[in-house]
């Protein structure tokens, strides 16, 4: 990817599906000064993961209320995707939901992911709001349920394992072409919270928007992200987390490595390529699985280096 802010021509939807199932497939991506070195889940890579300080699953876009082509049991797609984390011989330290828990943010689509989510392996659960989860309310009944109060806003920070975990929130006031906004509160929080940290603390950064501008036209952005980035851009290891586009992409600024994540839901075109974002309708059961997954996340304490290993629910 480019490491600048200008597009690269969109790749074709066949390649960009191929890409993504390759990584699926058990690639490794290790973070190391910022710039992403991929390998197979093993020999030296495996034992990166293997050794280090503690590991966490991050799930997206999973849309629970959806009935249309090409996935008619979201709630399935889901639980599979669960029971690959309670498979796993080392409990995850939590699991992160990167937003779009529901389709149409109706109580009833709530209530069955907080269902589901109960029997997940894990310590922690940890939620951020997409755009459908918002709907009508402004969020209320997501932060009702699901917010961590840490303030007014909705967005909150913590530590763990010698990283500093950011969770922000772009989908409310969307801007007129759909693309995320983060606000001056938010941003002058973030910068308050950044602010006595050293430059050596590896940074996490979770949101549902993507953080970069990554397809305008499609609204797959957030309009202020620069400014977030200025105040990240001081640290030596930054790794910025999100969904929405329900397909894998990065990119790397300088210290900054940008992913998307796959829903567990449907498949969505690559960036321009069609009409508009939406469901990859003509897929068959085996093919849409291939294009599902979940994303798990190691750290070492003490190096700067963030592993990222795709999984599909094939």
């Not at 991050?58 to 009935?67: A, L, P, R, T, Y």
């Not at 639980?79 to 828990?101: E, K, M, Q, S």
């Not at 709907?135 to 961590?148: K, P, Q, V």
């Amino acid at each position: 990817m480019s490491s600048d802010n200008n597009l690269e021509p969109a790749p074709s939807r066949r390649r960009i599906l191929e890409c993504m199932a390759a990584a699926g497939a058990g690639t490794l991506w290790l973070m190391k000064g910022g710039v992403l070195h991929a390998q197979p889940m093993a020999g030296a890579a495996a034992q990166t993961a293997a050794d280090a300080t503690f590991g966490f699953v991050q799930v997206s876009d999973s849309h629970i209320g959806f009935k249309h082509a090409p996935n008619m049991d979201v709630n399935a797609t889901f639980a599979a995707a669960l029971a690959r984390i309670n498979a796993r011989a080392l409990t995850p330290a939590f699991v992160v939901h990167t937003g779009d828990l529901t389709h149409l943010s109706r109580a009833e689509e709530f209530d069955t992911l907080a269902a589901l989510m109960k029997g997940v392996k894990t310590p922690r659960v940890l939620f951020i709001p997409g755009e459908h989860d918002v709907i009508g309310d402004n969020g209320a009944a997501f932060f009702d349920r699901f917010g961590e109060k840490q303030n007014a806003g909705g967005w909150y920070s913590f530590d763990y394992g010698g990283a500093h975990f950011v969770a922000l929130i772009n989908v409310l006031n969307l801007r007129a072409n759909g693309l995320g906004f983060l606000g001056a509160e938010q941003l002058a929080w973030l910068k308050k919270d950044l602010a006595g940290r050293s430059a050596e603390t590896p940074i996490v950064v979770l949101g549902h928007m993507p953080l970069w501008p990554l397809y305008a036209p499609w609204g797959w952005g957030t309009e202020d992200s620069g400014e977030a980035m200025t105040c990240l851009k001081r640290f030596g290891s930054v790794t910025v987390l999100n969904g929405h586009i329900h397909q894998i992409q990065q990119k790397v600024e300088g210290t900054v490595t940008f992913y998307t994540a796959r829903s567990t839901a449907y498949p969505q075109p690559a960036p321009g390529d069609g009409p508009g974002p939406g469901p990859l309708k003509d897929l068959g059961t085996r093919q849409l699985q291939s294009y599902l997954g979940i994303r798990d996340v190691r750290h070492v304490q003490g190096q700067d280096a963030v592993s990222v290993a795709e999984e599909m629910l094939s």
